[in-house]
């Protein structure tokens, strides 16, 4: 499968935990996103990478939010002291960057419940 | 920032008949606007999209239209059947890095 990998796809955790989420994009795409979906609502935008630079990052990610792309690769989101708010599904999606605007391809998420 | 309204949130449609989501935005600087379906348990997929130099797009069933003066945008599905029952979401981006989705529109196509 050459698609977007994302790992775990599921993380139940109690509050006050760390949480890690890996996302693995198409081999030759250089832009990689993470996104936050909730019940009932589109993707929200977290931040996007091209290669290993952050380029953007959202209001939304708080200080207890952590986006790493340490080799232009793989991808890992790194949620501390996790809050019952943060219980969502958390998108990863890749795209070429050819252009100025490129398809976006989701994984199928990591979902996060928070006790 | 962009904001993106879609309507309706569910519709039902029987099988064969047309089915039509719309959306607006509010920055007149955005000039990409896909369209994403989602199916259980899955991560959106691109089925079509539109730039703001164009104002209609189709792609066999389905089609895109856009009102730049007016800020909305519409998916048009022709022919519906079952398998496009799912989840759809419309997006909008100024820059191509930042996309800022709809709330999604739940189709359920009726046998």
């Known amino acids: 499968d050459t698609g977007v990998s994302q790992n775990p796809r599921h993380k139940i955790t109690k509050r006050g935990q760390n949480v890690t989420f890996r996302c693995d994009p198409i081999?030759?795409?250089?832009?990689l996103y993470w996104y936050r979906q909730t019940l009932g609502q589109g993707p929200e935008f977290l931040t996007y990478?091209?290669?290993?630079?952050?380029?953007?990052k959202s209001r939304l990610l708080s200080d207890r939010f952590s986006a790493e792309r340490p080799k232009g690769s793989f991808s890992t989101l790194e949620i501390q002291r996790t809050e019952q708010g943060d219980s969502a599904m958390y998108l990863c999606a890749s795209s070429s960057g050819t252009g100025h605007t490129g398809e976006l391809f989701f994984g199928e998420g990591s979902r996060l419940t928070v006790l | 920032g962009e904001n993106v309204e879609q309507h309706p949130s569910t519709l039902s449609v029987q099988e064969g008949d047309s089915a039509v989501i719309k959306c607006t935005y509010s920055d007149s600087a955005s000039n990409y606007f896909p369209w994403y379906k989602q199916e259980l348990g899955k991560g959106p997929q691109l089925i079509i999209d539109i730039r703001s130099n164009v104002g209609e797009k189709k792609d066999q069933r389905i089609a895109v239209t856009l009102n730049k003066t007016a800020k909305h945008f519409s998916l048009h599905i022709t022919e519906t059947q079952p398998e496009d029952s799912a989840v759809y979401f419309c997006a909008a981006s100024i820059t191509g890095n930042q996309f800022y989705f709809g709330t999604g529109t739940s189709l359920t196509v009726i046998p």
């Open positions: 990478f091209q290669n290993e630079a952050q380029l953007e």
């Open positions: 081999s030759e795409h250089n832009r």
